[in-house]
Structures are given as structure tokens and as C-alpha cells.
């Protein structure tokens, strides 16, 4: 009896964070009511102050849980030859990806953590894949990757103008590869144009700045 009160508590709970996760996302952090996430996960008030508290109780579960499970799939995109890049995320959870949509854009402290995390773990990236170009501990490779992490995270912030310019949701699971895509060709116009004549004055003008 016991152990099933704990399991049903254990599904009880993670019903109330998902619900939450969900109106945080669509709603926004200061919008939502402890009552709109009890509604939303079929239980009471009660049963969601009994687990979180309050409703800051409750967004820091959600932070702690989406900054653990993107932060390290961004780590083990970064480890592979052929890093997935956001579309890695996109795949891990929908619902995460758009609950960090929305942290970004109001600047909570999780917004703040996964983006600290997301550089860290581009500059890793950055300096074993280019050591030459990217020196470890340089000032040249934390740029950079800060730079690559903002456009990148970016692309999360600003997903309804996304969306509304290439015509589908770009945060919705069938569409996950839409902005990698794009991205791509981006990229790869970037570098046929860096071995160009003008992109080699440009990269001698400003190469070293």
C-alpha cells in the first residue's frame, strides 16, 4: 500500500510539473495561476501546494528539470561527430523546448543558466574541433562561442516570427529539422564566401580583432 501511495505521489507529481511546463510555456510565468496548472493536471490546489509549495516552488522544479535534461543533451549533441545541433533538442521534448522558449524571453534564471551552460559547452566544442583557430581559454573562443550560442538560442526567443515567415511551427516535432536546414545553407554560404577574395580581405582585415 505503501509503495503504491509513493508511486501514484511520483506520478502525481511529475502530471503537476508537465502541466505546469505547459502553462508557463503558453502563458508565461506571471500570468500562470497555482489553480490553471492544478486544472490543467487533473488535480487539486492542494495537491499541487503539497508537492511544490508555492508557485515559485513549482518554476524552480520546472527550471531544474529542463536545464538538466537540455544542458546535457547540448553536451552530447557537441560529442558527436555530427552534432544534431538544435534539432537534437527539439527531438528530446517539445514541451521543454518551448517552456525554454519562453524563459528566454522573460529572463528567468534558468534562461540565464542554460545559456551559460549552452557556451560552455559550444566553446568545448569549438576549441577541440578548431584548437588552432579557437585557443583553449582564449578570448577569441568565448566570443565566438557566446556569438554562435546567442544565434542559435535566438532562433528559440523569436520562434513565432519563425514560424509565421517560413509558414509551419517551428518548434512543433515534425518540423524540427526546418531551422537546421536553414541554418545549414546559411553556413555553408558563410564558408564558400570566407574562401572568396573578399572574404579573405575581410578575415585579414579584421581577423585578428
Known amino acids: 500500500m505503501d509503495r503504491d501511495r509513493a508511486l501514484d505521489d511520483l506520478t502525481a507529481r511529475a502530471r503537476i510539473r508537465d502541466a505546469a511546463l ?3 510555456a503558453e ?3 506571471k500570468a500562470t495561476r497555482l489553480q490553471d496548472v492544478a486544472r490543467a493536471a ?3 490546489i492542494g495537491l499541487v501546494q503539497h508537492h511544490y509549495g508555492t508557485k515559485d516552488g513549482l518554476r ?3 527550471d531544474s528539470y529542463v536545464l538538466e535534461r537540455l544542458v546535457q543533451r547540448a553536451r552530447d549533441e557537441a560529442a558527436k561527430p555530427d552534432p544534431g545541433g538544435l534539432a537534437a533538442l527539439y527531438e528530446g521534448s517539445e514541451l521543454m523546448v518551448r517552456y525554454l522558449a519562453r524563459a528566454l524571453a522573460e529572463g528567468s534564471p534558468a534562461a540565464e543558466e542554460f545559456f551559460a551552460g549552452a557556451a560552455r559547452v559550444t566553446e568545448e566544442f569549438l576549441t577541440s ?6 585557443p583553449p581559454g582564449s578570448a577569441k573562443a568565448r566570443d565566438a562561442a557566446a556569438v554562435m550560442s546567442a544565434m542559435h ?15 509551419v511551427d517551428v518548434l512543433a516535432r515534425e518540423h524540427t529539422t526546418a531551422i537546421g536546414a536553414a541554418m545549414a545553407e546559411v553556413y555553408t554560404a558563410m564558408g564558400e564566401f570566407a574562401r572568396s577574395e573578399a ?4 578575415t585579414e582585415e579584421h581577423g585578428d580583432d
Open 22 to 24: 505547459a502553462q508557463f
Open 60 to 62: 524552480d522544479a520546472c
Open 153 to 167: 538560442a535566438g532562433t528559440i526567443v523569436l520562434h513565432p516570427y519563425l514560424s509565421r515567415r517560413m509558414g
Open 129 to 134: 574541433t578548431w584548437p588552432d583557430r579557437f
Open 42 to 44: 487533473g488535480v487539486s
Open 27 to 29: 502563458h508565461g510565468i
Open 199 to 202: 572574404g579573405r580581405r575581410l
